[in-house]
């Protein structure tokens, strides 16, 4: 545990133990969540006047509702995401992998340089949550760009003029959320036959749409780089000795999306021996807690299936624990069963690159290319 302070100087109290940090997750009512959607850099006012007249806000849905509704908007979220219904998409989605992985192998065996972000795991999520909560018709590209301003905009250090750029963005697709969320069926539907508010339903949309699909993409893509580096695991998966679950939790341990979250204390308290006065936020360092040896055996390693692999807190704890752990899992899962033996014998050309965010990483790009093949310029494979 350290105070420190960020790029604005406020303090915050980071904590990398595992046992600490699940400590404060499990335990909303000293540590509530009420920052956990707050924007890491203020908005300044002419962005708020943008993101006002798109009547933009985020009142306390899920991740960071620490009232009475919370059990209910969570309820009717977790029967969307039921595991039956998950499990149900298996075909559907490794039905569609198999055939973008056919194109990518083509593509690779004539020589291309291919992107596996783009072409594969960018948005795969998407697809299935849209046919899981009944999302309307949009353009794939224009959802996955609203997603990831809205990561950048609450949670990344920015320019005044940058916000501005993003509260646009993020404002104008709010504004089509708000008009699904009145008429729209699936869960909008049940949320609102729950007597749920319409700035709720769009609360719960907006937080499916950014964390819900966008931090599984994000996991995808490096969770595939890390294989490039692990030989011996893809060996194993060829050989069917390493079960690809193991490789799953093995990655959401190691390469989390979301390294950290944020709690606030309520009230005066102490953790691990430190007082914690109320008030204070606290920056949960989940990426590192995988990491504690005390966990872990050989925590720096990727070992499927070692002691402690599956304790990781990628998915947090407690009350708001991630609502779509089993379908980010089911993703992952069929992934790396039919994604793997592309990794073999290929050069990284451009591993994913993260820009600055203190919560969320947010790859770019996965560029490879067959190991030996001939110069040949970038080509897009063409995807389902």
Not at 260 to 283: E, I, K, N, Q
Not at 300 to 327: D, I, K, T
Not at 374 to 381: D, F, I, L, N, S
Request: net charge positive.
């Amino acid at each position: 545990m350290a105070t420190v302070p960020d790029h604005l100087g406020v303090p915050h109290l980071v904590v990398t133990r595992h046992a600490l940090v699940r400590q404060v997750l499990a335990d909303p009512v000293t540590f509530r969540p009420d920052n956990a959607l707050d924007a890491v850099t203020p908005v300044p006012v002419a962005a708020l006047r943008v993101l006002a007249g798109h009547r933009f806000r985020l009142p306390p849905t899920l991740a960071n509702n620490s009232g009475a509704s919370h059990p209910e908007i969570r309820a009717i979220v977790a029967d969307a995401l039921h595991p039956d219904r998950v499990a149900a998409q298996r075909p559907w989605l490794t039905d569609l992998v198999r055939r973008r992985v056919a194109r990518l192998a083509a593509a690779l065996d004539a020589g291309e340089p291919v992107d596996l972000y783009a072409e594969l795991a960018a948005d795969l999520p998407l697809l299935v949550l849209a046919r899981l909560v009944e999302l309307p018709d949009a353009p794939v590209g224009a959802v996955k760009d609203f997603a990831r301003a809205a990561l950048e905009l609450f949670w990344a250090p920015l320019d005044a003029d940058r916000q501005l750029a993003l509260a646009t963005q993020v404002g104008r697709f709010h504004t089509v959320l708000r008009g699904f969320a009145a008429t729209g069926g699936g869960l909008a539907a049940r949320l609102r036959a729950a007597g749920h508010s319409p700035d709720v339903v769009v609360g719960a949309l907006f937080f499916l749409l950014v964390a819900g699909q966008e931090t599984t993409s994000q996991f995808l893509t490096l969770l595939l780089h890390r294989l490039t580096a692990e030989p011996a695991v893809r060996a194993g998966l060829r050989a069917d000795t390493v079960d690809v679950a193991d490789v799953v939790e093995e990655g959401l341990r190691l390469e989390p999306p979301i390294v950290t979250w944020r709690r606030v204390a309520a009230v005066d308290t102490t953790l691990g021996g430190t007082a914690v006065p109320a008030g204070s936020s606290v920056v949960l360092w989940l990426a590192r807690a995988g990491r504690d040896p005390a966990v872990v055996p050989a925590p720096a390693e990727f070992r499927p299936g070692q002691r402690g692999s599956r304790r990781h807190l990628a998915f947090g704890a407690g009350a708001h624990r991630c609502v779509g752990a089993q379908l980010a899992r089911l993703e992952a899962a069929v992934v790396v069963a039919e994604a793997a033996p592309l990794l073999d014998g290929v050069t990284v050309l451009r591993p994913p690159w993260c820009p600055d965010n203190l919560t969320f990483r947010m790859p770019d790009a996965f560029m490879i290319r067959r190991a030996g093949a001939g110069p040949a310029g970038p080509r897009r494979v063409a995807t389902a």
